[in-house]
């Protein structure tokens, strides 16, 4: 039997590969090499070859910091584009994210420059890619509002790269923390055993292209409904990946069932029918089932 999830080592490695800012937290220090606290700042990444690659604009702490103490921290989130982002503040739960611990390590001249190409090659592939989509890819990306554009992102960096020092970090450990708070640790060495899922750098378009759809947001309804014998009043895709997405639907509450409008959050996982080897056969697949449960549906109704 298929698992229904990844593991542990894949999601963090997911997370990692689909978004591109992060937290970085190093110690603060002065010119006199005393320490007192943390010091925090959104940066943007980019990952080669396992490892986060950071950008720090040149008049930021961070540089002060990282040359009198190595040591640091990053923490990465699962992209939560649109309205996602409004209801998981409002259900007052987090998205999953990974907090790694390591060196943030310098890189020289010759290989910030090497770096930068590479950079270049991850901001252009985005809209060529775009570009070849299907129809049917189209569709489903076509109802995203969202700017949350990786190349977008990342492209400002392109612009002025010498106002930035590039970094490498080098992790010593990873800790993957669910939407509820619970804290698995994983070991750095099995990032380096999984690629990045196929879907990982596509995610967030294609999480918000559902979820700003209302047909499409509909048809997570019956999904619930057809697999999973559960009548929500609404749904929103929290996740996708190689071998299916996660759901939250909204269930009246079973304890107050008297109109008063109380609703309960439940999150449900469904499969694809074979993994998705790119965002084609994912969304291929997607269009099958929201055109199977139509069927199914009416089907039902033809009954009653």
Not at 114 to 122: F, M, R, T
Not at 171 to 176: E, G
Request: charged share 25%; hydrophobic share 35%; net charge neutral.
């Amino acid at each position: 039997m298929k698992s229904r999830t990844l593991s542990l080592a894949e999601k963090c490695k997911n997370i990692l590969a689909s978004n591109w800012q992060g937290y970085l937290n190093t110690i603060k220090a002065d010119v006199k090499g005393s320490k007192s606290g943390i010091y925090t700042s959104k940066v943007k990444y980019i990952i080669r070859r396992g490892k986060p690659y950071i950008w720090v604009p040149e008049n930021d702490l961070h540089n002060v910091n990282a040359m009198i103490d190595e040591r640091g921290s990053f923490a990465v989130t699962t992209p939560f584009p649109g309205p996602l982002g409004g209801l998981l503040k409002s259900l007052k739960k987090s998205p999953a994210r990974v907090a790694l611990v390591g060196d943030v390590v310098p890189l020289n001249e010759d290989k910030a420059k090497s770096l930068a190409e590479k950079l270049e090659q991850v901001v252009m592939s985005e809209p060529k890619a775009m570009k070849d989509f299907s129809y049917v890819v189209s569709g489903v990306l076509s109802s995203s509002l969202s700017r949350a554009s990786r190349s977008d992102s990342l492209q400002e960096i392109l612009g002025d790269v010498e106002r930035y020092s590039v970094y490498k970090f080098e992790m010593s450990s990873c800790t993957y923390i669910d939407g509820h708070g619970g804290t698995f640790e994983v070991n750095v060495e099995d990032l380096n055993t999984f690629k990045a899922d196929p879907l990982a750098s596509f995610s967030a378009k294609l999480i918000d292209g559902i979820n700003q759809s209302d047909a499409r947001r509909r048809a997570l309804v019956l999904f619930c409904l057809v697999y999973m014998n559960a009548l929500v009043k609404d749904a929103y895709v929290t996740s996708v990946d190689r071998k299916g997405f996660s759901v939250l639907g909204k269930l009246p509450d079973p304890v107050l069932e008297d109109g008063s409008g109380h609703y309960n959050w439940k999150e449900y996982r469904f499969m694809l029918k074979e993994e998705a080897s790119d965002v084609e056969s994912f969304c291929r697949q997607l269009v099958e089932m929201e055109e199977e449960t139509i069927k199914k549906v009416s089907s039902f109704s033809g009954l009653t």
